[in-house]
């Protein structure tokens, strides 16, 4: 069975060709955005990965204490079987928990993401990647647990995605990233937590990535409020700056009948940069995340919209909080869960991070 890191240089879901139908196509494969029914054009041997939609951050507005934390990845699912000329894959993409907005004072907790299933023509073989759970609000500091990843069922590998952040200090309040994708089976993927004793307001951790955690605030803060985001190497607590990536050499082997049926050119880049998590904001805007890295938390007293730090392709969203107006948690990447969001300004307004929607990837492995 092929490995996240071996099909994603293989080059298939990399500049990708978008089409009306929700269908994108490398040159060696697909990646399916939009519930639909796809026949295969040629009998083959193929790789198909299933993911879940990511549950929506959770968002609080008090004046006071408040908290919220960051939803759950989507689960993974992950086959390799055959199938034969003109048989069709009948497939459901789960949606991504949507955004909420929290008007004046008050919680509401985030939205679970959508199941992912793929289901061949006799129906032997049937992959289902539950969403993950929404994170949840409240209006005091306490202890509030992440939005729960979603499990997987009926594949060669079956994972259960990251958790969104939790929150374990009575004292302490803040917003937490969302978990990433456990495209790998063994590694912590989890949206930064909170733990700290200090009574510091205003923390905000990154999203967690399919390699690593997003950093967490063990420490009493003197001025690190804001974490960043997982990444390809370990993240640092207590740190502001995301986990650093990676390149990565692509190789495009073959599968030019199935260009044949859907006429897209062939795939041209030769290297890509992944696994980079977003560097936290603190009094201000973070940076990007790269694909397959978590979004940074961003801490803001400036006015105006304050925006969390998305995710890349399955990684989470970044955590925000701001004391003066409006703020927005990080966006989850494909199948990721979003940030949270706090706000002081209960005059004003505070929008959850969306969690991504869910996606199947199909890899050609052999023409058979």
């Known amino acids: 069975m092929s490995t996240l890191t071996g099909l994603i240089s293989a080059g298939g879901s990399l500049n990708p060709t978008s089409s009306a139908s929700g269908i994108s196509f490398g040159k060696d494969g697909f990646i399916v955005t939009a519930s639909q029914t796809l026949t295969m054009p040629a009998a083959a041997t193929i790789t198909a990965i299933c993911v879940g939609g990511g549950g929506g951050g959770a968002a609080a507005s008090q004046s006071t204490a408040y908290c919220a934390t960051g939803g759950g990845a989507g689960g993974y699912c992950q086959k390799t079987f055959n199938v034969s000329l003109n048989e069709d894959l009948t497939i459901v993409i789960g949606s991504g928990g949507a955004v909420i907005r929290q008007t004046g004072s008050g919680k509401v907790d985030g939205n679970n993401g959508g199941n992912t299933t793929l289901t061949n023509g006799d129906s032997s073989v049937t992959l289902t990647a539950n969403g ?9 500091a306490g202890v509030l647990s992440g939005g729960a990843g979603g499990t997987a069922t009926g594949g060669d590998a079956n994972y259960t995605g990251g958790a969104g952040g939790s929150i374990s200090s009575t004292t ?17 993927c989890d949206g930064g937590d909170i733990s700290t004793g200090d009574s510091t307001t205003n923390i905000a951790t990154g999203g967690g990535s399919p390699f690593n955690r997003a950093g967490d605030v063990t420490t009493n803060p003197v001025t690190v409020r804001s974490t960043g985001g997982g990444g390809f190497y370990d993240t640092v607590d207590d740190s502001l700056t995301g986990s650093l990536g990676v390149n990565i050499d692509l190789d495009v082997p073959f599968a030019d009948v199935f260009n044949s049926k859907f006429a897209i050119s062939s795939v041209g880049s030769d290297s890509l940069a992944f696994g980079s998590g977003g560097n936290a904001g603190n009094g201000g805007s973070g940076t990007a995340a790269t694909a397959l890295g978590g979004g940074g938390g961003v801490r803001s007293t400036a006015g105006g919209v304050i925006y969390g730090v998305g995710g890349g392709m399955f990684g989470g969203g970044g955590g925000m909080t701001s004391s003066s107006q409006r703020g927005i948690g ?5 199948g990721a869960g979003g940030g949270a969001a706090i706000n002081t300004n209960a005059s004003d307004f505070s929008d959850s991070g969306a969690g991504g929607s869910g996606v199947v990837f199909i890899f050609i492995e052999e023409i058979l």
């Not at 993950?132 to 005091?140: D, F, Y």
Request: charged fraction near 5%; aromatic fraction near 0%.
């Open 132 to 140: 993950g759970s929404g994170g949840v609000g409240a209006l005091s």
């Open 172 to 188: 302490s309040t803040g917003a937490t990233g969302g978990g990433a994708v456990n495209s790998q089976g063994t590694n912590d």
């Open 330 to 334: 990080g966006s989850g990447g494909l």
